[in-house]
């Protein structure tokens, strides 16, 4: 197949068989949340990514892994890809956010802090977690490693005090 057949086809949103036939492509670019995706190189692609929803995100992903497979991209891909702090957190309005986030423990505040930094998007969201998390309860698994911190601090400070009785006894 001529190399003129391959770049015609690309441009008409397909791909050329052996014959120089253009077909088109399932799961096409077309249908991407990044306009022109095919078009983009892998920079102009992890400049945009930070802009979509994690459902989106998984889209860009399957295409891509189906397409180009360009490791610079799916490393970003992989950096951006995640767990929604709350449940479909990308479809909540920053109002809906900030109204979880009164009563949030301290975990999920956290989350949604962390969540909003690596996308950069709200800094409504940003002020309100930073606002909420000093008065914020701690999350179960918070409490969990406090309490272990605390028994392994008491444990340490007994086996020190033992120690230093039973050098105390002999002399």
């Known amino acids: 197949m001529k190399m003129l057949e391959r770049v015609r086809a690309r441009l008409q949103g397909g791909r050329a068989d052996e014959q120089g036939s253009v077909q088109a492509s399932t799961g096409g670019s077309d249908e991407l949340p990044i306009r022109g995706y095919d078009r983009l190189d892998a920079r102009e692609i992890n400049a945009r990514l930070s802009e979509l929803s994690q459902v989106e995100l998984e889209e860009v992903e399957t295409y891509e892994r189906a397409h180009d497979d360009r490791p610079e991209v799916l490393d970003k891909l992989r950096f951006m890809r995640g767990d929604e702090p709350l ?22 505040v956290k989350a949604v802090r962390d969540y909003e930094r690596k996308f950069g998007r709200r800094s409504e969201v940003m002020e309100e977690a930073a606002r909420v998390l000093p008065g914020a309860q701690a999350s179960p698994e918070e409490a969990q490693l406090r309490e272990d911190r605390a028994t392994r601090v008491r444990e340490g400070i007994a086996g020190r005090k033992k120690t230093a009785d039973g050098l105390a006894d002999r002399e």
Request: hydrophobic share 25%; glycine share 10%; net charge negative.
């Open 87 to 108: 449940p479909h957190y990308d479809d909540l309005s920053p109002e809906q956010i900030t109204e979880a986030l009164d009563g949030a423990d301290a975990g999920t």
